[in-house]
């Protein structure tokens, strides 16, 4: 399978192209506003707390052959706007599964997602590619970078599929490998970096078009202890900087930072914690 197959908005290339996003819900304070110039914000502001995430009711079934395999069994969760949200529970107790479907990459069987108030469930795929396009950040375990492309044109990606000029585009994608301190390795191909490289690059990525959240499925799970440091000094940073952020982590040590610990087992939320 060709390496690009498992960059799960890649998809998105075969999608007609967004002609601008706006976010208006008359229900929730946040403002985000995308200009159909240029495919870049200018124009977020973030008034009050307010609630970017609830579920509520959400099941998730796969069928394999006959038979029918219920993952998330009723998930009720809000996550508010600037949280830093830790996602913990067993292997197999369906936190990839949940994290897909708050990433609008995956449709739940039934309950309702409403994200910046809208509600997302019944949304057709060329919506949610626009959310994910817009509003969604995604960073993965295994990274998911596109291996025979430059670090640079991983970065630009997200802003190719947005329609952003090249000129722009490069210029961002500069800014934030500078952001990540990897402005030394635009040009290097992904297979040259370490894995904490390789992880910063994706965090790059995934704030290419400025998204107000991040989803971050197991980001220091492949890490060594200081990668794994210097990933998480930069979410923390983020966050501060006021973006949601939902991570799935097996390692306690790294939660002290979150506002808010959320257990999951056997696909049912188990409890919360501080
Ligand atoms: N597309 C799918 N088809 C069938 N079963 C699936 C599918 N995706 C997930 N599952 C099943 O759902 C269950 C939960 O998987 P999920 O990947 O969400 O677990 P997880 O909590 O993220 O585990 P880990 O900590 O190991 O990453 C597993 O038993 C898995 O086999
Ligand atoms: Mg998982």
Not at 145 to 153: E, F, H, M, N, T
């Amino acid at each position: 399978m060709p390496a690009y197959l498992a960059v799960p908005w890649l998809p998105d290339l075969l999608l007609p192209q967004p002609d601008g996003w706006q976010i208006r819900a008359e229900t929730c304070e946040k403002k985000a506003v995308m200009s159909d110039q240029d495919g870049l914000p200018h124009d977020r502001e973030v008034k009050a707390i307010t609630k970017v995430i609830e579920l509520s009711g959400i099941e998730k079934s796969f069928r394999i052959g006959d038979s029918v395999v219920q993952v998330l069994k009723g998930v009720d969760l809000s996550i508010e706007q600037g949280e830093f949200v830790a996602l913990m529970g067993p292997s197999g107790s369906g936190k990839s599964t949940l994290m897909n479907l708050v990433g609008c990459l995956d449709w739940p069987s039934s309950g309702r997602y409403l994200l910046h108030g809208q509600d997302v469930s019944g949304r057709s795929e060329d919506e949610l590619a626009r959310i994910r396009r817009h509003d969604l950040g995604f960073i993965f375990q295994t990274f998911n970078l596109i291996s025979r492309i430059s670090v640079r044109k991983n970065v630009e990606m997200p802003m190719v599929l947005a329609e952003v000029p090249r000129d722009q585009r490069e210029k961002r994608a500069a800014e934030l490998l500078q952001q990540v301190g990897l402005e030394h390795r635009i040009d290097y191909s992904p297979l040259r970096l370490s894995g904490g490289e390789r992880q910063r690059v994706a965090i790059a990525r995934a704030l290419a078009n400025d998204p107000g959240i991040i989803i971050a499925d197991e980001p220091t799970g492949n890490l060594d202890l200081k990668s794994s440091d210097e990933v998480m000094s930069i979410m923390n940073r983020l966050n501060r900087e006021g973006r949601t952020i939902i991570m799935v982590t097996h390692n306690p040590e790294i939660t002290a930072t979150c506002s808010r610990i959320i257990r999951l087992r056997d696909g049912r939320v188990l409890g919360e914690g501080p």
